[in-house]
């Protein structure tokens, strides 16, 4: 089978597409034939070596994507070959033609959702929901803004939250990503270019603040969206590329809370409890992932500078059959 194999960490000329040998399942796992994977920017960081956590060398990159069971191993009840799934997670790396995963890994991709749908599931969709509802235990009836609702999470984001009852604001930086973010359900829309963006969300509120903020980019952000919160407000810090100055006497005065997460510190159960929202979420029609980009499987390189260009518009992802 085809599969990208990184031999050195570094810019993304060292993906590269190898014939390897196609794994086998053993007990308690399955084997997908990839039909789209999902191009997230943690690869980006992973495969340049600067991220706190690096695989051994060499490895194949990625946790997300979507296809169809081709083979089970032994114990395996739940999953046989033909069924439709995405994964979240993977043993052996997504980027290829045939991934191995663990049963917990993969969930059912409902017949109404496309494949390269299905590939941006794993981690923005994940990552959203965890952000918005195990982290900032966002609820209905609250305002919420998504910093930076025009990406992978971002959109996921403005869906989960518009489908809860939330009155939801988001920002982008170009005309596209503010129309996008808006047909997702924004009930309006900022451009995070422009600095006065914080003072127009203020007026927008009325001057109360928004409950919560979801943010995408918090070494920009973080030192600004304190003033913007209510009483009881709670940001949650999804994404962040450096260091940021914050005033504290911010947080005390709103009884405010900065909540982190990473998506891989989600305890089984609650990852679980995620999966289970979203293939509902998929099934009722109220989750419609955004694909923006699309790439054969060979142009990895590619799709890893487009992830990490402004102008974000939903989701990136390689076709291993294009
Ligand atoms: P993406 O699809 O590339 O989207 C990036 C988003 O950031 C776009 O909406 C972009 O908007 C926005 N952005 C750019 N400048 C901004 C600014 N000044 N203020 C606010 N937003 C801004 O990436 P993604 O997959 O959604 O991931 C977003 C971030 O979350 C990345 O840093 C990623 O590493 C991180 N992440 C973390 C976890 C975790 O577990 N903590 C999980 C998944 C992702 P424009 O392009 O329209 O300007």
């Known amino acids: 089978m085809k599969a990208i194999k990184v031999k050195e960490f570094g810019g993304p000329e060292v993906l590269r597409l190898e014939e390897v040998p196609a794994p086998r399942p053993g007990a308690g796992q399955v084997l997908v034939r990839m039909h789209a994977i999902g191009v997230n ?11 706190a956590r690096l695989p051994e060398l060499p490895y194949t990159p990625g946790n997300d994507g979507a296809g ?13 070959a033909g069924d439709r799934v995405y994964t979240a997670g993977s043993i052996s790396g997504t980027y290829a033609e045939f991934v191995l995963c663990k049963t917990e890994q993969v ?7 496309s494949f390269a749908q299905g590939a941006a599931m794993g981690t923005p969709y994940a990552t959203a929901y965890r952000g918005l509802f195990q982290r900032a235990d966002a609820r209905p009836g609250e305002t919420v803004l998504v910093h930076g609702a025009s990406g992978g999470v971002g959109t996921a ?4 939250a ?3 009852g939330l009155r939801v604001f988001g920002t982008a930086g170009s005309d596209e990503g503010r129309k996008l973010a808006r047909e997702q359900g924004a009930h309006e829309v900022f451009d995070h270019s422009v600095p006065d963006h914080f003072e127009e969300i203020m007026k927008a509120t009325g001057g109360r603040g928004v409950d919560v903020i979801v ?6 952000n973080l030192g600004k969206d304190l003033p913007i919160l209510a009483k009881g407000g709670r940001i949650a810090i999804i994404g962040s590329r450096g260091k940021v100055e914050i005033d504290p006497r911010d947080t005390m005065q709103r009884d405010a809370d900065v909540r982190g997460m990473a998506l891989p510190n989600t305890p089984p159960s609650e990852l679980a409890s995620i999966h289970a929202a979203l293939v509902a979420g998929l099934e009722n029609g109220t989750l419609r992932p955004v694909i923006g980009k699309d790439f054969p499987l060979a142009d990895a390189p590619q799709a890893h500078r487009a992830v990490m260009e402004s102008g974000a518009f939903g989701k990136i992802v390689l076709i291993p059959e294009k």
């Open 68 to 80: 169809v069971i081709e083979q089970v191993g032994s114990d395996v009840n739940e999953f046989k």
């Open 162 to 164: 518009r489908a809860r």
């Open 215 to 220: 943010e995408l980019l918090a070494n920009v």
């Open 107 to 113: 969930h059912r991709l409902p017949a109404n959702v």
């Open 41 to 51: 920017p943690v690869e980006t960081y992973i495969r340049s070596g600067t991220y």
């Open 157 to 160: 984001a403005v869906q989960l």
